[in-house]
């Protein structure tokens, strides 16, 4: 099954719509990377769990992230990249929003790998909207953006991630991380 591309940039309103899409979730998907690392001792503290289980919170969704990126890209090339890069935004959002509700570390660890397939899909296809949305120094432009708000999102969320601890627990990173990705 093929999925229908434009061959032709749509109009400038349209294309900065995307831009800003993608750009809010490319800020919010390093909080995700960073969030729970900071909160390992308060998630830990509540939820209990072993040692191998909290290593578990980390890399359950760095590894379906970083294996699923590639797929993902096939899936928005095959399925059309904004249908990738909202259904993939729209799981993201929904267990980022699950993790908040984890009653034990084993539904937390669980939720993470579901987040990190989801996260996947969204990067996949937006980068891939991007690609097709901007041309030439456009794109060159549009994947800066891009970069520069995965970058703010990686330099501060481990700041940011420690006053939503410190202000109202650890729930309240995935609260961030759901605004983000709903912009």
């Known amino acids: 099954m093929t999925a229908t591309h434009k061959s032709k940039p749509t109009g400038i309103a349209e294309r ?3 831009l800003i899409a993608v750009c809010s979730a490319a800020a919010a998907m390093p ?18 769990g072993s040692p191998i289980a909290h ?13 699923t990126l590639m797929a993902a890209g096939a899936l928005a090339d095959s399925y059309g990249r904004k249908r990738i890069f909202l259904c993939g935004l ?35 296809g937006g980068m891939a909207s ?23 999102g990686l330099a501060f969320g481990p700041m940011a991630s420690g006053m939503m601890i ?3 627990g650890w729930r309240a990173i995935f609260a961030l991380v759901v605004g983000l990705a709903i912009i």
């Open 16 to 18: 900065i719509f995307v």
């Open 31 to 48: 909080l995700t990377f960073t969030g729970p690392a900071v909160a390992l001792p308060a998630i830990s503290a509540e939820l209990g």
């Open 55 to 67: 290593n578990w919170v980390t890399n359950a969704f760095m590894l379906t992230f970083g294996s």
């Open 90 to 124: 729209a799981a993201f959002i929904l267990f980022s929003g699950g993790l908040a509700f984890s009653p034990d570390i084993v539904w937390f660890d669980g939720l993470r790998a579901l987040q990190g397939f989801g996260s996947a899909a969204a990067f996949s």
């Open 130 to 152: 991007l690609a097709q949305e901007f041309d030439g120094k456009e794109r060159m432009r549009a994947f800066s953006l891009v970069g520069a708000s995965f970058g703010i």
């Open 166 to 168: 410190e202000a109202f």
